[in-house]
């Protein structure tokens, strides 16, 4: 029986009536603790009066009341009142897609539109387990905002119904349909496998969006039938004709990307919504270059014609340059000479020297960061151009991410704020492929399929070009004490690939990986990245490039290496990543001559920079003295690739060696308590451990943790009674360990879970530890009792990296994803409180060390301007100056 108008559900007050059907009525109401109105949907006895079916409703509603999404209408609440089981659904004003579609088909660009919204939507539910399984046009709503889903995920309701029957007949709106049209409605949207009785899942939504947009494309239904035995027949055997047959513009690419949503065999369709969006994304970019090259007319008016002549003469300039680089570097390489070329960075901006130039595969392009007005974003330039171009919404690029070229030149990768995304060279939507907390390069294969580094951490991990879940393709040999593989570079059969196994610096090597095996081969012993070009492996020996003769069909070098260019440049923080790309027509692009690249500057509270210490290097880990009078910093020697400890004395401004190994790396120096010895991690023996030294008159380092695997130092606490360590376990992986300076000074396990997890700062009074964790898919900031876990808390909120204590202990600091200096407010007795993060100033860090004096003033590695000022030189030709 209908409920009449002033009749209360709870606190919703009933105003009118909208519509009925088979699984209920909707009603007009109004909520009056929020005054707002409301859509109540009353469901019908048959399914409230069978208890399981109410429980499971019940259960799916809070389901999809978590489906947070702007284009999902939303669900309030639930309730029951009287035996009546009634919904609260956001009220819509506007009309149903299936309205709209008695006018006629929709023009492309809203079919795009459209399509793209309600396939995000599918996504977002998708990832929460639910499936809709009666997506058709009378339940998507037009509104102002765009499209909204209806009636979301409640077909599971009648999972238990013929199937035939239709699994929802709830229309949103006065719709004058009978049951016999609503159950040919819903059928002529219905997979196969629905028909059929089988187990319907996330494609089967695919199936029934392949054929809602059809109709929004054609204006007809993909399936049609004189009776429900005909449609059902069409449906289970018939292919439908494609779009363009009845709308000839219809984009071949739309037209494919329907007919494979259309696929009898759901192993056949799209295996995600999430993969078909993409496409649409795709399909709707390319829809738009073509519509940017449609002639423009000019008003015959003087200032047009000047327009026209200006632009002609841009145009004849620019054909110059093509014919330039097009024809006569061909005529240099034909006569084995090499051509030479500079590239300026762009006006008031600096090239980012934490990442290499990278030439795309043809040749024409050359893609880089830089930073303008703080900002890191990708540029692109046309070495037919003079000028370079940003990509719009590129910015905020992960520093020592190293963007990387797909293998038709047309896409770039990159990593930004926690994820992997590509973007055309043409300009158009940025899009996110999967997660990558910290980048380490990639590389685009010929089979659409990308190999990545989703942080300094890990093995690689393999995605597909148009996105999706990324799953793992290499192992970390932790017995070799690897701490990461990075920098991959696929070879030309688009299976096998080079990457660099990050250890020691007597065991780092190139190794050639291939996907579908977890089998290697290494291929030498390096402190570098490898690219391969023309027949040769491209390689870092000190700071020379070398090319070594290749075979990439056995993946074996074939002759001894040959140098190729000097004072070629090393990221300042990733020691292994040579600043170089190549073609594979012959062309090198490389930086050289940065020199000294980061500059330890003191910052206030509000940012602005208060005076600098040493003298420019590639500078990695630093920390402050106890009475802030010190700084120790491990510093690289580009010559060598190993690091050694050096020493600022604040107050006379000196600088001072402090270890002297040739042959290996002294790192991760921390101060005792009373500042008077400094423990650090050195490879001297092969892999990392703790040695100490005196910082007054011992010369000597006096070994302090040489047991088990690969370690380094972290903090000491101010008792002076135990070192936090970070160990590179074997079998557990990276984990948190303790070192005890007391009794038998055995080292114990503080914290070894599944996660990555990196230990940062123990509090003054040395009752808390803060570390980072992955465990939300996202680097967070954490705080735990120490020495004994116990009483954890999360303290960043939206990630977080590289956490600090001040002085007094009564805030944290840390950095954004998007480096930001952040601060927290904290109370660190013996119970932890934390306020919320509140940003101080922007650093253009990540992820990257930082310490903070008494007086409350942040020592941070800030980048100078004058290396990213130099050239980016790029060689045509490189194969002929092979230095013999």
Not at 471 to 493: G, N, Q
């Amino acid at each position: 029986m209908p409920i009449l108008p002033g009749r209360r559900l709870g606190p919703y007050e009933i105003l009118s009536s909208i519509g009925a059907g088979g699984m209920g009525e909707v009603y007009r109401a109004r909520d009056t603790r929020l005054d707002r109105i409301v859509a109540i949907k009353v469901l019908p006895t048959h399914l409230a009066d069978r208890s399981e079916l109410r429980e499971r409703f019940e259960r799916e509603a809070r389901v999809v009341a978590s489906l947070n999404h702007p284009h999902i209408c939303t669900l309030f609440d639930i309730g029951h009142q009287d035996g009546i089981d009634y919904l609260v659904m956001e009220y819509l004003e506007g009309e149903t897609l299936a309205q709209r579609l008695l006018k006629g088909p929709l023009p492309l660009d809203q079919v795009l539109q459209y399509a793209i919204e309600i396939s995000d939507a599918l996504d977002k539910a998708h990832r929460k387990g639910v499936t809709h399984r009666d997506l058709k046009p009378g339940n998507i709503m037009l509104t102002k905002s765009g499209t909204k889903l209806l009636d979301f995920g409640l077909a599971k309701l009648r999972q238990d119904a013929a199937p035939a029957t239709p699994l929802s007949q709830l229309p949103t709106a006065d719709d004058a349909i009978t049951a016999q049209g609503t159950i040919l409605g819903t059928l002529q949207y219905m997979a196969p496998e629905q028909l059929e009785a089988k187990e319907a899942d996330a494609r089967t939504d695919i199936f029934a969006f392949g054929a809602v947009v059809f109709e929004l494309a054609t204006g007809k239904k993909a399936f049609e039938g004189q009776s429900q035995a005909s449609v059902i027949a069409a449906i289970l055997e018939r292919e439908p004709a494609p779009m363009s047959t009845l709308r000839p513009l219809t984009p071949p690419a739309l037209d494919r990307a329907v007919q494979r949503c259309l696929a009898k065999d759901p192993d056949d369709r799209w295996q995600t919504v999430r993969d078909l969006n993409f496409e649409l994304r795709s399909i709707t970019e390319a829809s738009s270059r073509v519509a940017g090259k449609q002639p423009t007319f000019f008003r015959n008016s003087h200032r047009d014609r000047l327009r026209l002549l200006a632009a002609i003469a841009a145009i004849a300039f620019i054909a110059l340059g093509i014919a330039y680089v097009f024809h006569y570097f061909p005529a240099a390489i034909e006569e084995k000479t090499v051509s030479t070329l500079s590239v300026l960075p762009p006006q008031n901006a600096a090239f980012s020297i934490e990442d290499a130039p990278m030439v795309s595969p043809n040749g024409r392009f050359l893609a880089f960061v830089a930073t303008l007005n703080g900002s890191n974003s990708l540029w692109v330039r046309d070495l037919s151009s003079l000028a370079a171009r940003p990509l719009p919404g590129a910015d905020g690029v992960d520093i020592g991410g190293e963007p990387f070229w797909s293998p038709d030149s047309r896409y770039l990768a990159f990593f930004a704020n926690g994820k992997l995304k590509k973007i055309s060279v043409t300009g158009g939507p940025v899009l996110s492929l999967c997660d990558a907390a910290l980048g380490r390069g990639g590389s685009w294969s010929q089979n659409d399929v990308i190999v990545f580094a989703p942080n300094d951490r890990s093995g690689l991990f393999l995605v597909p070009a148009a996105g999706g879940t990324a799953t793992a393709v290499t192992e970390l040999d932790r017995a070799s004490s690897e701490t990461s593989h990075r920098l991959p570079w696929f070879l030309p059969d688009g299976r096998r690939f080079l990457y660099t196994a990050w250890s020691t610096p007597a065991n780092t090597a190139i190794y050639v990986g291939e996907i579908g095996s977890r089998k290697r081969h290494r291929l030498l012993t390096a402190f570098s990245n490898a690219v391969y070009g023309s027949g040769y492996l491209l390689f870092m020996r000190g700071r020379t490039l070398m090319a070594q003769p290749f075979d990439a069909g056995k993946a074996e070098l074939t002759s001894e290496p040959l140098a190729l260019a000097e004072q070629v440049d090393y990221s300042p923080k990733v020691a292994t990543q040579g600043q170089f790309s190549s073609s594979q027509n012959g062309i090198l692009a490389y930086a050289s001559n940065a020199g000294g690249s980061l500059q330890l500057t003191w910052f206030d509270r509000s940012g602005k920079s208060d005076g600098m210490v040493g003298s420019p290097g590639l500078l990695n880990e630093l920390r402050i003295s106890p009475d802030s009078n010190t700084v120790v910093s491990d510093r690289l020697d580009p010559e060598t690739g190993f690091y050694n400890l050096w020493l600022y004395d604040l107050a006379r401004g000196t600088t001072s060696r402090f270890t002297f190994e040739a042959q290996s790396s002294d790192r991760n120096p921390i101060w005792s308590p009373q500042g008077d010895r400094i423990a650090f991690s050195s490879n001297r023996d092969g892999t990392n451990k703790l040695y100490q030294k005196d910082t007054r008159s011992t010369p000597k380092e006096i070994p302090l943790d040489i047991s088990g695997y690969n370690k380094q130092a972290i903090d000491w606490s101010s008792d002076g009674r135990y070192i936090v360590e970070r160990v590179n376990d074997p079998v557990t992986g990276p984990a948190i360990w303790v070192l005890p300076l007391f009794g038998d000074k055995k080292p114990f396990p503080y914290l070894q879970t599944e996660f990555h997890v990196w230990p940062d700062r123990l509090s003054p009074n040395g009752q808390w530890l803060a570390y980072e964790s992955d465990e939300t898919k996202r680097w967070e900031i954490y705080v735990d009792t120490f020495p004994t876990p116990g009483g954890k808390h999360q303290v960043s909120i939206d990630g977080g990296s590289t956490a600090r204590w001040s002085r007094d202990g009564k805030e944290l600091y840390f950095l954004s994803l998007d480096g930001k200096m952040m601060a927290v407010a904290v109370r660190g007795g013996a119970n932890f409180e934390a306020g919320v993060p509140a940003p101080l100033f922007g650093t253009k860090l990540n992820f990257g060390d930082f310490d903070v004096s008494k007086t409350g003033r942040f020592l941070i590695p800030t980048q100078i301007k004058e290396p990213g000022t130099l050239p980016i030189t790029v060689t045509v030709n490189w194969p002929a100056g092979l230095k013999k």
